[in-house]
């Protein structure tokens, strides 16, 4: 059982990488991006290859400058030729499987075993006391590092242009700022985090397969809106931390699924049920409210009545 609640937990910091990169998309520009999919695998791809050179840290740093590349083209195309952000999403999408292709020299699959030999960011600290920790505390300071540059990042006067961006582009383009510039930086810096995560997932695991992305915007956003819908929403930094907590929650809830007896193959099921039940869960509030309001003011009448 600690065991298990350990991977739950490593797996979740890992995701939850990814589910800042899906909240810079998701809530701060309010735009659905897609490339998620594919950036995540990207970063992996370039974790591995650089991997098996001997350069794990190498790999993580190209890792996110080649997602931040990625995001820039989907929106450039979505600002520049005009394109639906859910289109320029799939398209980048598309474009990037064969992309992640060519990076993995054509396979589909690269291992990155301890057995091996090939070294990673967890390999120094392999054979030493704090081994069975090792991927928790790399995860975690890799978090905690990502978390605090985004915090003062988005309270910047950037950051806070582009908030605003997502809130209403048309009053901030009335202030004079180019919003494009904006989305750009932000979609960029959005499947960066995402790809980020990626690069870390594939060292964690010990392979990077081309298929290993499909799927990630749906935990993405199952992250973002558990942690929205369980632990607020208030400041900025309440909110990146909320992300943060709905990744590692969302985890336990698939470790504890699999425990039960799930099946792997049900697992996207399962987090389009999240999903799906997160989102609504607002709308099925409101009906709650509203069928106890006119319940209360049935009563009432009856009672003024009587």
Same mark, same amino acid.
């Given at each position: 059982?600690?065991?298990?609640?350990? #991977?739950?937990?490593?797996?979740?910091?890992?995701?939850?990488?990814?589910?800042?990169?899906? %909240?810079?998309?998701?809530?701060?520009?309010?735009?659905?991006?897609?490339?998620?999919?594919?950036? %995540?695998?990207?970063?992996?791809?370039?974790?591995?290859?650089?991997?098996?050179? $001997?350069?794990?840290?190498?790999?993580?740093?190209? +890792?996110?400058?080649?997602?931040?590349?990625?995001?820039?083209?989907?929106?450039? @195309?979505?600002?520049?030729?005009?394109?639906?952000?859910?289109?320029?999403?799939? @398209?980048?999408? *598309?474009?990037?499987?064969?992309?992640?292709?060519?990076?993995?020299?054509?396979?589909?699959?690269?291992?990155?075993? &301890?057995?091996?030999?090939?070294?990673?960011? %967890?390999?120094?600290?392999?054979?030493?006391?704090?081994?069975?920790?090792?991927? @928790?505390?790399?995860?975690?300071?890799?978090?905690?590092?990502?978390?605090?540059?985004?915090?003062? %990042? /988005?309270?910047? &006067?950037?950051? *806070?242009?582009?908030?605003?961006? $997502?809130?209403?582009?048309?009053?901030?383009?009335?202030?004079?700022?180019?919003?494009?510039?904006?989305?750009?930086?932000?979609?960029? /810096?959005?499947?960066? @985090?995402?790809? *980020?995560?990626?690069?870390?997932?594939?060292?964690?695991?010990?392979?990077?397969?081309?298929?290993?992305?499909? #799927?990630?915007?749906?935990? $993405? /956003?199952?992250?973002?809106?558990?942690?929205?819908?369980?632990?607020?929403?208030? !400041? *900025?930094?309440? &909110?990146?931390?909320?992300?943060?907590?709905? +990744?590692?929650?969302?985890?336990?809830?698939?470790?504890? +699924?699999?425990?039960?007896?799930?099946?792997?193959?049900? /697992?996207?099921?399962?987090?389009?049920?999240?999903?799906?039940?997160?989102?609504?869960? $607002?709308?099925?509030?409101?009906?709650?409210?509203?069928?106890?309001? &006119?319940?209360?003011?049935? !009563?009432?009448?009856?009672?003024?009545?009587?």
């Amino acid at each position: 059982m600690a065991e298990i609640i350990k #991977g739950a937990a490593e797996l979740g910091i890992i995701y939850a990488i990814m589910a800042l990169g899906v %909240f810079i998309s998701f809530r701060t520009l309010n735009m659905p991006d897609l490339t998620v999919d594919s950036s %995540f695998t990207l970063g992996a791809a370039f974790s591995a290859v650089l991997c098996v050179a $001997g350069y794990p840290v190498l790999g993580i740093i190209t +890792a996110f400058i080649a997602g931040c590349a990625a995001g820039a083209v989907t929106a450039l @195309l979505t600002t520049k030729l005009k394109i639906q952000p859910i289109l320029s999403g799939i @398209l980048m999408m *598309l474009a990037l499987y064969s992309i992640n292709l060519k990076v993995m020299g054509g396979k589909s699959n690269i291992p990155l075993s &301890r057995l091996l030999g090939v070294p990673t960011v %967890f390999s120094p600290f392999f054979d030493t006391a704090v081994e069975q920790y090792t991927a @928790l505390i790399i995860c975690t300071a890799v978090l905690a590092l990502v978390i605090i540059l985004l915090y003062y %990042f /988005l309270r910047t &006067r950037f950051g *806070l242009v582009l908030r605003a961006t $997502g809130d209403n582009d048309k009053m901030v383009r009335a202030a004079g700022v180019d919003t494009d510039f904006t989305t750009i930086v932000g979609l960029a /810096l959005s499947n960066g @985090l995402v790809a *980020l995560s990626g690069s870390m997932l594939a060292q964690y695991q010990g392979f990077t397969d081309i298929s290993m992305g499909i #799927g990630m915007v749906v935990i $993405g /956003l199952a992250s973002v809106i558990i942690g929205e819908v369980i632990f607020g929403t208030g !400041s *900025l930094l309440r &909110r990146l931390i909320a992300v943060v907590l709905g +990744a590692v929650l969302y985890r336990f809830i698939i470790a504890g +699924a699999l425990e039960l007896g799930m099946p792997p193959t049900d /697992l996207k099921l399962v987090s389009a049920v999240i999903v799906t039940a997160a989102l609504s869960m $607002g709308t099925i509030r409101d009906k709650v409210i509203s069928v106890t309001g &006119r319940q209360n003011a049935m !009563s009432k009448k009856k009672g003024g009545s009587l």
